[in-house]
């Protein structure tokens, strides 16, 4: 915790000090453009990884960025509450889902039932992945276990998107092009994110500056194409 103390010291006599009128306007309002759901996992900082300020990202981090389905049984109420809030009052342009390489809440679908024994609300908690794992059991043709989760944490971003729509008041603002949904792939130890093209089912290497809306670059040869 020392270091936090810490931290907390330095950022006030430095970056804050540095940029304090855009610190003091911050303080009357927020308006971010992006909702962006994210993992808890430490190693996962979205306003790092995107280049952003405080006040650009509307946040929720969650154990495997999971957006519950709007289903009347289901435990859902941050989830739901944020969307709202970002939707309705933010007025949001764009809602991120962004999974990421090496996720500890997707590998614990594919533990033994022992050790998930011991975490039973995790367990619960990401139990609408298993129909992720039977996608996985039968499309992943490579053994590694390495590509056996990578594919779970893809296909599990694209489900989230699916789930984003079961909420009636973002699959209006979809239909009316008032918002745009992006699902995102960050992989930790090389730093690039990936974009899913919804067209192709491909995610594509975010590198370029010259992309459409999806993130998604013009020239799709320039990008490297990753189930
Ligand atoms: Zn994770």
């Known amino acids: 915790m020392d270091r936090l103390y810490k931290g907390i010291r330095k950022f006030q006599e430095t970056r804050y000090k540095q940029e304090e009128a855009f610190f003091k306007e911050l303080g009357k309002n927020q308006s971010p453009d992006v909702l962006f759901f994210t993992c808890s996992d430490s190693r996962v900082d979205p306003n790092l990884i995107t280049q952003s300020k405080p006040g650009e990202l509307f946040i929720v981090k969650n154990v ?50 022992k050790e998930l024994s011991e975490m039973p609300n995790l367990k619960d908690w990401v139990s609408t992945a298993s129909e992720v794992k039977e996608a996985v059991l039968q499309h992943n043709h490579d053994p590694s276990y390495k590509a056996r989760i990578e594919m779970t944490e893809k296909k599990y971003i694209v489900q989230q998107l699916d789930n984003l729509k079961t909420y009636p008041l973002i699959a209006e603002a979809v239909e009316e092009e008032k918002l745009r949904l992006h699902g995102w792939y960050y992989d930790i130890s090389t730093g690039m994110v990936y974009a899913y093209n919804p067209k192709t089912n491909y995610f594509e290497k975010i590198e370029c500056s010259d992309r459409d809306y999806h993130g998604l670059c013009d020239d799709p040869e320039e990008c490297e194409d990753l189930t």
Do not use: Q, Y
């Not at 435990?75 to 509450?81: D, G, H, P, V």
């Open 64 to 113: 495997g960025n999971i957006v519950p389905p709007n289903e009347p049984m289901r435990k859902k109420t941050c989830t739901a509450a944020a969307i709202e809030f970002a939707v309705i009052k933010l007025k949001v342009t764009d809602i991120v889902v962004c999974g990421h390489s090496d996720c500890g809440a997707l590998k614990a679908l594919w533990s033994d039932e």
